[in-house]
T-cell receptor, first 112, second 114 residues
């Protein structure tokens, strides 16, 4: 099993709809979880961090964490074409190591 | 968040040569990392750059191929040695910000080996 797993997509969503991105991780003891957005040719940009179970909202973005199920998700409401990018899930302190481990990323396309 | 300057932004190199990539941060940071991102792939951690001691390498990466320096808490270099076309990739410097462990990235170095 991969340490951090995402559906690589591509995921296609109509403009204005909700995009849902999912991520699972292998280490139940992990504490910090992040979503990064990466446009083609650019470096990853942090868009959400979450540390406790439940939902965390920031504008059109909502991160959801369920530690019992080892599952973290990102919802993008009112999707815009500018949201088209690759979204990377990252987990810190996987198996006690002080490093950030990334999933393979989900390519999201928002169709006008 | 920390401001990270990475250079060069891109380079085209001959096989067998070496390239040193620099990463400068505008504030002191404890944790600095080097990642590689191959075309169409996610980020793979190469090593943790430790200040004042040898870097900690991930499985599959060795010091002879990717020597790293970290002379202080704001600067690090990654050298890609004896390059081959398989080393063509984007190399990214990253730092962790404080207690929140949020990671921020430099602009990346796009390396092409011919």
């Amino acid at each position: 099993q991969k340490e951090v797993e995402q559906n690589s997509g591509p995921l296609s969503v109509p403009e204005g709809a909700i995009a849902s991105l999912n991520c699972t991780y292998s280490d139940r003891g992990s504490q910090s979880f992040f979503w990064y957005r990466q446009y083609s040719g650019k470096s990853p940009e942090l868009i959400m961090s979450i540390y406790s179970n439940g939902d965390k909202e920031d504008g059109r973005f909502t991160a959801q964490l369920n530690k019992a199920s080892q599952y973290v998700s990102l919802l993008i409401r009112d999707s815009q074409p500018s949201d088209s990018a690759t979204y990377l899930c990252a987990v810190y302190n996987l198996e006690g190591a002080q490093k950030l481990v990334f999933g393979q990323g989900t390519r999201l396309t928002i169709n006008p | 968040s920390a401001v990270i300057s990475q250079k060069p932004s891109r380079d085209i190199c001959q096989r067998g040569t070496s390239l040193t990539i620099q990463c400068q941060v505008d504030s002191q940071v404890t944790m600095m990392f080097w990642y590689r991102q191959q075309p169409g792939q996610s980020l793979t951690l190469i090593a943790t750059a430790n200040q004042g001691s040898e870097a900690t390498y991930e499985s599959g990466f060795v010091i002879d191929k990717f020597p790293i320096s970290r002379p202080n808490l704001t600067f690090s270099t990654l050298t890609v040695s004896n390059m081959s076309p398989e080393d063509s990739s984007i190399y990214l410097c990253s730092v962790l910000s404080g207690l929140n462990t949020e990671a921020f990235f430099g602009q990346g170095t796009r390396l092409t080996v011919v």
